[in-house]
């Protein structure tokens, strides 16, 4: 059974920073991209960045360029997101995600839908002003 299983989450103050963490168990996640989501209260879930299975691609939602980075280490299967210069509106729950279809793109993860990835169970960020 697979499972994703976030950590990291907190409460900052605006410029601040924290590290997220995705440990993935139940299947060898190194042919996969994996990548992160973020929801918002009453907001739809965003794609924010993700990185194919070599770690050589990686994308990043416009919002966040400069300031997160996705990271993999793909002998302990896990996948980290850096984020620097944290602002009010990344408040959210972020989800890390798993791609289903092998060798696909990091850019097929950030534009799949829901029933495509395997999600882990979401980890709260809250960003004060």
């Known amino acids: 059974q697979v499972q994703l299983v976030e950590s990291g989450g907190g409460l900052v103050q605006a410029g601040g920073s924290l590290r997220l963490s995705c440990a993935a168990s139940g299947r060898t996640f190194s042919t996969y991209p994996m990548g992160w989501f973020r929801q918002a209260p009453g907001k739809e879930r965003e794609s924010v960045a993700a990185?194919?299975?070599?770690?050589?691609?990686?994308y990043y939602t416009d919002s966040v360029k400069g300031r997160f980075t996705i990271s993999r280490d793909k002998a302990k299967n896990t996948v980290y997101l850096q984020m620097n210069s944290l602002k009010p509106e990344d408040t959210a729950v972020y989800y890390c995600?798993?791609?289903?279809?092998?060798?696909?793109?990091?850019?097929?993860?950030?534009?799949?839908?829901?029933?495509?990835?395997?999600w882990g169970q979401g980890t709260q960020v809250t960003v004060s002003s």
């Open positions: 990185i194919s299975w070599s770690g050589g691609t990686t």
């Open positions: 995600a798993a791609d289903r279809q092998i060798g696909a793109s990091a850019m097929h993860l950030a534009n799949s839908g829901y029933e495509n990835l395997y």
